[in-house]
């Protein structure tokens, strides 16, 4: 049986079961595009002279927030754009990631930088896995990441710092924070509305987009990507959350979206219990950090990293 769009006439490439609309390629685009185009809107307009560090680790969500970004801005000639590419040092994996990210900055024409593991924390994610586990890779992996971009982006002089982190993404964190009663963390959860000295604010344009509807987007406009899994996010403690939300999307669609909603609706007074803590200077390293030794010294001394 030929399912047809429900905006015209043309052959439906998709259902978009939350809503339950058919839509056809064309209809698809336009549907996603114009929900990034309203939450760039939403998270705030970008200023004249503006300059845009995209992070893309060239994954399917970072690749095609590239090209939406490069879309909506690339005819703006005040606003500057910018990819940033953190080489964690995984053998096997971030190096063939990569060369996506080489592929597609070049076809965008679009200047990029990769900053590595190695040169900024002294070690790769494979020799940190060889020698400490006993919080979990992926945490060491995130706070570091977290520098490389934030020290890229300061001597850059980025305004905005693009992540690609979608609908699946950000309702994992949102209910992971929940159940671990991390309620200070939930506070500081992105995109960031207020800026704190010393760190670069971020914007999420896919983060109420699934995860499906991006792999679909990347199909229909042929933009190719890395389809690989971390191989150190294989026992992470945030596949639990992936498979229990998956399931009560599934069983009641539209459960993702009531999650960030619920959350959106509370921020205020999240952030209003729980403000944005005066930051301070590492006595060891001199970045942000509301604690006298920052999180990143501290996994370095784990690490004997001097």
Do not use: W
């Amino acid at each position: 049986m030929k399912i047809i769009c429900s905006k015209c006439n043309n052959p439906a490439v998709t259902y978009i079961r939350y809503n339950g609309t058919h839509l056809c390629k064309d209809h698809f685009i336009q549907y996603l595009e114009k929900r990034v185009k309203k939450e760039i809107n939403k998270q705030g307009k970008l200023q004249n002279n503006t300059k845009i560090g995209i992070a893309v680790s060239g994954g399917k969500d970072s690749i095609v927030v590239l090209h939406l970004i490069n879309k909506i801005f690339s005819k703006r000639k005040n606003i500057e754009m910018i990819v940033l590419t953190i080489d964690e040092g995984i053998k096997n994996y971030r190096n063939n990631s990569i060369n996506y990210v080489f592929e597609n900055s070049k076809k965008l024409d679009i200047e990029y930088k990769i900053i590595s593991f190695k040169k900024i924390i002294g070690k790769t994610m494979d020799e940190i896995a060889h020698s400490e586990n006993d919080i979990g890779y992926c945490s060491y992996c995130g706070v570091f990441r977290r520098l490389c971009l934030n020290n890229i982006s300061k001597k850059l002089k980025i305004s905005k710092l693009i992540m690609g982190h979608n609908l699946d993404d950000m309702s994992q964190s949102i209910m992971m924070n929940f159940v671990n009663g991390d309620i200070k963390k939930l506070a500081r959860l992105g995109p960031h509305m207020k800026i704190q000295p010393g760190l670069v604010p971020r914007m999420m344009p896919l983060r109420l987009i699934p995860e499906k509807e991006i792999t679909l987007y990347a199909l229909l406009q042929k933009i190719s990507y890395h389809d690989g899994e971390c191989p150190y996010a294989i026992n992470a403690y945030r596949g639990v959350f992936r498979d229990i939300i998956n399931t009560l999307e599934y069983k009641n669609p539209g459960t993702r979206h009531s999650i960030i909603k619920s959350y959106d609706n509370i921020k205020n007074l999240l952030t209003k219990s729980y403000p944005p803590t005066e930051l301070n200077s590492c006595i060891r390293c001199t970045e942000p950090t509301s604690q006298e030794i920052c999180k990143v010294c501290t996994l370095k001394s784990k690490l004997k990293i001097l």
